[in-house]
């Protein structure tokens, strides 16, 4: 008998094949794959200022697997560094070495994190390597700080407050509370509440009028509660 798909009877459908880059994956080779999509995506958040390198720490004489924002000269099948081999002959080697001095081969200094990837045994199938740049920052940062450096004559010496009368400089110090808490003015908890106000009023806030009824405005309570935070 012949189907309408025309296969007989007896005869078995012939599975359509399945693309490569979907077949079943080795669990380590899976981990190193997956651990690829990060470094490209990574490196090319910070294009010319970090490099990002995945090793392969299951083949340490070729280890280098890929390199984003190549800055120190190496290439894709390049052999291990010195932490890819402690890693891999000690399993309780730190998993994460952050923000350590480093040096790129031309000299310019660099500031480096290395983030071991362990398989399901414990043991490390590969390691991601940020290495940034820190030479064409610290121009900037010099700039910044002479920017904002004061007299010593008159260093620690309050001349004058730059208050704003109108109240935002008041909404300013709400704000940054806030912040600092990654909240909102209203998303803060009572206590925070409470921290914020005492904080307010130590700081001189409250010497104009309207201080008070900003400040219940800001947080969603009433003008009652902002003064019984000053007092508790």
Request: charged share 30%.
């Amino acid at each position: 008998m012949t189907y309408a798909t025309g296969r007989r009877d007896g005869e078995r459908a012939v599975q359509p094949a399945v693309p490569e880059d979907t077949r079943h994956l080795p669990d380590d080779e899976h981990l190193v794959r997956e651990a690829e999509r990060i470094a490209v995506a990574v490196g090319r958040m910070f294009p010319g200022l970090c490099e990002v390198v995945l090793h392969d720490l299951r083949r340490p004489d070729s280890a280098i697997r890929v390199i984003e924002n190549n800055l120190s000269g190496r290439q894709v099948g390049d052999s291990a560094t010195e932490l890819g081999l402690r890693r891999i002959a000690d399993p309780d080697y730190p998993g994460v070495i952050q923000n350590y001095s480093n040096r790129f081969p031309d000299g310019r200094p660099a500031k480096s994190t290395s983030i071991g990837i362990k398989n399901a045994e414990g043991r490390y199938v590969a390691a991601l390597c940020l290495n940034l740049d820190v030479s064409t920052l610290s121009p900037l940062a010099l700039t910044l700080a002479n920017l904002v450096a004061t007299d010593v004559e008159h260093q620690g010496e309050a001349l004058e407050a730059l208050r704003d009368r109108s109240g935002r400089e008041l909404r300013s110090a709400i704000d940054s509370f806030a912040a600092r808490r990654s909240s909102t003015p209203r998303g803060l908890n009572r206590d925070q509440k409470r921290e914020l106000v005492r904080q307010l009023h130590h700081e001189g806030f409250f010497e104009t009028r309207s201080s008070a009824q900003i400040i219940a405005d800001q947080l969603g309570v009433s003008r009652a509660t902002v003064y019984n935070y000053t007092k508790q």
